[in-house]
């Protein structure tokens, strides 16, 4: 499933739970698995975030048994112990409004932490504490072929989930999310131009990193943040995502920073020339997307509509996603109708 995916089963999951809990069925918890770096855990803040749900966040390979069966205490009147929640146990317990307790790397952790996570997995209990009810379990795990130190679940821990999903990384979803969290224009662009780079990630006991959805946002923001000096950029983008991305994107800086100035093109839309090459389409694509408003959108969709036809969409379609605003004006609706058959 691709991550957009991901998001809508957890965020049906989460507005189900409290409802499944009190008509006495279990809570539908889910288990998603998937190569290194495609963006785990960030759907999963990304569900809470849309219902307003709270994050319990658990590393269970850091973790202890204990932290998951609670500190015994023999001080408590009783001639047996009694086991104590804290920390994040104790968080779960006393949750009073939707809440997510996200187990990440779940697939690295100790079998005896595995098997401490049964009883509040299946029983939601430790000891005599319940945990509440408007509770969901979410767990992540890289594969046993990513190289990534997982040895396997136990099976009563994996039967203890609803469902196991495995993620996959989509253009169109990484594209959306880069332009909402502000990595660089001409970074989008390469990505679209590039797509490849997304899901040629093969796992390496070298100590270097591969393209993914995670070193290439990694590398976007380093690009964003200045901390790049100037003439190293081939060497630093080589260690957030590889030697063949830093390459490649390096050489479609080059073309993006000799485009013709944008902010001309948009004065001007049906004077500038059009490029016929790729590359340079999908820079002038990103460049125009990220200079879209309101107050010039009679001139934008004028300049998208003479680009080609894919082209011209995709451009629509990352203007909106920065400003969806857009989507308001004569001209838009104009250019929807002009363009139905490529939409489609």
Known sequence: MKPSEIVSVIVNAINANFAMREAGFNSPNILIKGRPGVGKTAVVKQACEQVGADMIWSHPVTDEPIDYKGLPDLNNGHEFAQFKPYGNMKLAISADKPTVWMFDDVGQALKATQAAMMQPLGDRRLDTHKISDHVLFV?????????????????????????????????????????????????VAFVRFRPNFLVDWTPSNDIINGPCPRTIAKAGELQVGGVIP???????????????????????????????????????PEKFDVPDDPATLYALAGALASRANEENSERFFKAVSRLPGEFSVLTVRDALRRD?????????????????????
């Open 139 to 187: 767990a992540a795990t890289n594969r046993k072929e990513d190289k990534a130190g997982v040895t396997g679940l136990l099976e009563p821990v994996k039967s203890r989930f609803s469902t196991i999903v495995e993620m996959d990384t989509d253009l169109d979803d990484w594209c959306e999310w880069a332009l909402q969290h502000n990595m660089p224009t001409e970074l």
């Open 230 to 268: 100037q003439g190293h950029e081939f060497e630093i983008f080589a260690g957030a995502a590889g030697d063949a991305f830093a390459a490649e994107y390096t050489g479609f800086l080059k073309i993006y920073r000799n485009l013709p100035n944008p902010d001309v093109v948009l004065m001007n």
């Open 324 to 344: 969806d605003s857009l989507a308001n004006v004569r001209a838009f609706i104009d250019w929807t109708i002009k363009n139905q058959s490529v939409m489609l």
